[in-house]
């Protein structure tokens, strides 16, 4: 799909475009820049340190892929939202490494809602267990903005939607837990193959790669 299509269709609906540019070399990258994109997603910190300084200063780069905890003091100088937060362990690595910075970063919670087997991402008892901690123990550092989420990989398009649907509400349980903060707002949900259902479900931001890009 052309990218003019894909993001004048997101920007009717009110959805913000992530361009995943993981593997994809900086020419690309450039090019897509020069159209007007953003926000791109990466999911190897050392492909982040490696393209953002061959890029242009203002493209805002998003962490998508799991995260190590000894990564994080090098990612945070380049990164403007973490969306992989799988951990409470990590929210305070990543909290303690930000004010060493005097930073204050932008955060998404991973959640596990595909049925299939899928190594990361939290259970919904650990997301109430995680923001019930960052409302009681500070986390000064940290923005919680809002949930990321990955439907199964499958053709079943009832299946793959109500795993969006069962995002977006937890999504609403959690706005209420933290008491309508205005940044609280980000339900990213939706890849290349997904995006119209994750779209009907209630996302609000895209994590879309090959459909830009081309395969992988
Ligand atoms: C690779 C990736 C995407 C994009 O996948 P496409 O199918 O290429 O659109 C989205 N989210 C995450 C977490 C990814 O790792």
């Not at 991402?121 to 809002?146: M, T």
């Not at 795993?163 to 977006?168: A, Q, S």
């Not at 119209?196 to 459909?211: P, T």
């Amino acid at each position: 799909m052309q990218f003019e299509e894909l993001q004048q269709l997101l920007n009717l609906k009110g959805v913000t475009l992530v361009a995943v540019s993981k593997t994809k070399p900086i020419e690309e990258i450039q090019k897509l820049y020069d159209k007007g994109q953003r926000i791109f997603g990466e999911n190897k910190v050392q492909e982040i340190l490696i393209k953002a300084p061959q890029l242009p200063p203002d493209i805002r780069w998003h962490m998508i892929g799991h995260l190590q905890k000894n990564k994080v003091k090098q990612l945070l100088p380049v990164v403007n939202m973490i969306q992989s937060i799988d951990g409470l362990e990590l929210l305070k690595v990543v909290n303690n490494e930000a004010s060493k910075l005097s930073k204050t970063i932008d955060v998404l919670l991973e959640v596990k809602i595909a049925t299939e087997e899928s190594k990361y991402g939290l259970s919904k008892e650990e997301v109430f267990q995680i923001a019930e901690s960052y409302l009681n123990d500070g986390f000064e550092n940290i923005r919680i903005c809002g949930l990321m989420g990955m439907a199964s990989f499958s053709d079943d398009a009832y299946l793959v939607k109500n795993e969006f649907i069962e995002l977006k509400n937890l999504f609403e349980d959690l706005k209420i837990i933290f008491n309508n903060r205005p940044e609280f707002s980000i339900l990213s949900m939706g890849m290349s193959g997904d995006y119209q259902l994750a779209i009907e479900a209630g996302s609000n931001m895209v994590r879309i790669g090959s459909l830009l890009f081309g395969h992988r």
